[in-house]
């Protein structure tokens, strides 16, 4: 009976296992058998440690991806378009290798960016807003959102869209929101402020299985905690809590002539996302619903998360 029952687990590729990839790992554990894509060897040995197969390949070198095709019923796709350009050959190569046996895959899910929106004014958005990205990298990502979503028509599996805005966590790497906070990184004036969206890594991560396991075909979910605070408003939160100096702020004029056109594109686009499609659909039950609830310590996950997992 113990082979069979391997067989009837389900087979997960994750292309991209970074951080979010590899608490992804951590959820399935035990329960899924899980293949991971990796560029180099180096990453090979602490992919293994972690529970996953690895499998050497290159987005940037499409002959290192045939081997893919046919590997696993449901693919997470959490590597980044290149640097540069308007369109994203990452996910094209990969969609490329995973039609050359297109019967296998059963389910696809993308993590995308809500840049893909633009500037919004301040407004409430759900799924339905038409994309209008401003940037480079926006457009990158709505690039590879419409490929997704073509070869989920064209080969029948059901492609899940994840939108998602500033990832933070106090234990991942470049995402401590109190070390923005700690470096006195400056924000915008009230009045000039911006309305901004975050999301706790954890939380990604289980929105990521919930929509490998019952995301609907071709739809776009927003992944995005309970919080509606301003930019400036977040970050104050942040300090207050941790006991840390408020940031400054600056006047958009100050800003312009200050900042980094980089930093300045993250203040420059205003949107408030709602997160109905998440909880209902996906039936995710955020453990950290604000970063304040995050900072002062949350407690174990509500039962029910998952129900079935």
Do not use: K
């Not at 990969?94 to 019967?103: E, T, V």
């Amino acid at each position: 009976m113990l082979p069979s029952a391997r067989r009837r687990r389900p087979v997960l590729l994750i292309v991209g296992c970074g951080d979010v990839g590899l608490r992804v790992l951590r959820l399935l554990s035990g329960r899924w058998r899980v293949l991971a894509l990796v560029r180099g060897a180096e990453r090979v040995a602490d992919l293994r440690a972690a529970g996953a197969v690895p499998l050497v390949g290159d987005l940037d070198a499409p002959a290192t991806l045939q081997r893919l095709a046919g590997l696993a019923d449901r693919v997470l796709h959490l590597a980044p378009p290149p640097g540069e350009g308007g369109t994203d050959p990452r996910t094209r190569a990969l969609l490329q290798a995973l039609a050359r046996r297109p019967g296998g895959l059963r389910r696809l899910v993308y993590a995308s960016t809500t840049g893909v929106y633009g500037d919004c004014g301040g407004a409430w958005i759900d799924e339905t807003r038409a994309l209008a990205p401003a940037t480079a990298r926006g457009r990158r990502r709505a690039d590879a959102e419409a490929r997704v979503r073509w070869a989920g028509r064209a080969f029948g599996w059901r492609c899940s869209l994840l939108r998602i805005p500033g990832i933070y966590a106090l234990d991942r790497a470049g995402g401590d929101p109190r070390e923005r906070v700690r470096r006195g990184a400056p924000v915008l004036a009230a009045a000039d402020d911006v309305f901004t969206n975050h999301i706790h890594a954890d939380d990604l991560a289980r929105a990521c299985v919930a929509a490998l396991m019952r995301g609907a075909p071709q739809r776009a979910y927003h992944v995005n905690d309970d919080s509606q605070l301003s930019m400036g408003d977040h970050f104050d939160a942040v300090a207050d809590a941790c006991g840390l100096p408020r940031p400054p702020r600056l006047t958009r004029a100050e800003a312009l002539a200050t900042l980094s056109p980089m930093q300045m594109s993250f203040l420059s686009e205003s949107r408030r996302l709602h997160n109905g499609r998440l909880t209902r659909e996906l039936r995710v039950r955020l453990r950290y619903p604000s970063v304040v609830q995050a900072l002062r310590g949350a407690d174990q996950v509500p039962s029910g998360c998952f129900s079935t997992l």
